[in-house]
């Protein structure tokens, strides 16, 4: 009977290390992926900043508002925003 306790206390040991060794090897792993994945987004925005093409952003706007006779008038406003890229 003792023997027994002994090999599993020395098997949940064994199995609480290999988990260990297994999530630092992975924590070692996706700090490598996140710095060649950081390294490589600030590489290609300095040397290609200009990727993107101009877009413009418009806004509509529906202002209600009601009278004193309970009728409703509608107010529409459009504004647009224009962003332009880096030119050569």
Do not use: R
């Not at 599993?8 to 792993?29: E, R, T």
């Not at 600030?42 to 508002?65: A, D, G, R």
Request: aromatic share 6%.
């Amino acid at each position: 009977m003792g023997l027994g306790i002994v090999v599993l206390i020395v098997a949940i040991i064994a199995i609480l290390l290999i988990k260990n060794i297994i999530s630092l090897g992975l924590k070692i792993i996706g700090f490598g992926i996140l710095a060649i994945v950081i390294g490589v987004t600030v590489w290609v925005c300095s040397t290609q900043p200009e990727m993107h093409k101009p877009f413009s952003l418009n806004t509509i706007e529906y202002l209600f508002k009601i009278n004193k006779d309970g009728s409703m008038t509608t107010t529409k406003q459009t504004t647009q925003t224009v962003i332009k890229g880096v030119e050569k």
